[in-house]
């Protein structure tokens, strides 16, 4: 163990890429606060019990034990930390909150990906009308817009719409897994396989297309047109259609796509999903969707509410960096102090020099090929 080396996962930030990551985490904040909503702060570590509702094999949190002998974590989400400011005092709803700040998740040593993420979010909570989910989607896009992410794509799903096509099929619960396992791992052979003994089922033709039921919006749908008629499922297709015309004509040039054979990024999800990407990162730029039994307020009132978070670190990998102005040193003697000062208040990427000598300042503009401004010249 070497005290010069980071935890696994983990990374310094400096420079171009710290800068960038400010601005955009400030980009969007700026965006939600302008928009009405307010600014929630949670602490990094929490009881574990806060997270219980997170699927433990998406997510393992850092553990700690604190002086009483209780489990904490490194927060792993910033969703149910809001749940639990809900739930544990008495703001009215509805409520609009906004956050940034860094979650922690443990992945497999050698996965490529961090385990310190930094996050940008919002949660609405109190509105069980699906405006909700529209205005998430619509301010998520044009911070988009504003961010230049180019050739967006946001993927719409529904974290009820496989539970409850399996609901109707006349299947025991532990088929209901096995099938649900294939079509989430797009095993093909194996869900083949399970689905053989529906042949005569009037869903037969739906689940034969099942596990192709992801990508091009207008293609989905077509092709959903062996799925027998049930209010539960059409209703879900609705809504879907709805959001996407929706955002469509508020963003021409957005592309939406519609997944119906994909497990849900979080297990607290109760209905509509997105997820948005560019072809530029590998990554989503954001995802979220709503959770109405998640979240309770002060009088265990269940709340309906719907929200997403910002994946800032995916956002910086795929923004153009542009290489900062070259820099510039303002060397200056200590009365010429405010002189300097809003000297370097107009320069980009300029700073103070402070070595005793004009000679070390040479020195140092000459190591950092830096543009060097001596004040003390132009008193002579
Ligand atoms: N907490 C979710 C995103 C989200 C915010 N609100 C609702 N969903 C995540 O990290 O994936």
Not at 15 to 43: D, S
Not at 255 to 262: F, G, K, Q
């Amino acid at each position: 163990m070497s005290n010069k080396q980071l935890p696994t996962g983990t990374r310094d930030e400096f420079g171009t890429i710290a800068m960038v990551k400010e601005q955009v985490t400030q980009t969007i904040q700026t965006n939600l606060k302008n928009r009405g909503f307010q600014k929630i702060i949670t602490p990094l570590l929490e009881y574990r019990d806060v997270f219980k509702p997170l699927a433990k094999q998406t997510y393992q949190p850092y553990q700690l034990i604190d002086e009483h002998g209780d489990t904490l974590v490194l927060r792993p989400d910033m969703t149910l930390p809001v749940a639990r400011v809900m739930s544990a005092t008495g703001i009215d709803t509805p409520v609009k909150w906004y956050y940034s700040g860094d979650i922690f998740r443990v992945k497999r040593r050698l996965s490529g990906s961090y385990n310190q993420v930094t996050q940008a979010g919002l949660e609405i909570i109190g509105y069980a009308s699906l405006k909700a989910e529209w205005e998430c989607l619509i301010t998520a896009s044009e911070i988009c817009q504003q961010l230049a992410i180019p050739d967006l794509t946001i993927e719409l799903s529904d974290a009820q719409f496989v539970a409850k096509v399996l609901n109707v099929l006349p299947i025991n619960d532990l088929m209901q897994q096995n099938l649900k396992t294939a079509l989430f791992a797009k095993d093909l052979t194996h869900y083949a396989k399970l689905i053989q003994p529906l042949k005569n089922d009037r869903f037969y033709p739906f689940l034969e297309a099942w596990p192709w039921l992801f990508g091009d919006f207008e293609a989905v749908l077509q092709q959903l047109t062996t799925l027998p008629q049930q209010p539960a499922l059409q209703n879900i297709i609705g809504d879907l259609k709805k959001t996407k015309n929706f955002l469509q004509q508020h963003f021409p040039t957005l592309t939406v796509t519609l997944d119906l054979s994909v497990e849900s990024p979080q297990e607290y999800y109760t209905g509509m999903v997105f997820k948005a990407y560019s072809q530029a990162a590998n990554d989503y730029l954001f995802s979220g969707g709503r959770y109405d039994q998640l979240l309770s307020n002060f009088q265990q009132t269940i709340q309906p509410a719907v929200g997403l978070a910002f994946d800032i670190d995916a956002i910086v990998a795929q923004q153009a960096l542009q290489q900062p102005p070259v820099k510039t040193l303002i060397y200056f003697e200590p009365e010429q102090w405010a002189d300097a000062q809003a000297l370097q208040a107009n320069i980009p990427n300029s700073s103070l020099c402070l070595t005793d000598s004009s000679k070390a300042a040479q020195r140092i503009a000459e190591q950092q090929a830096a543009k060097l401004i001596d004040l003390t010249e132009r008193q002579a």
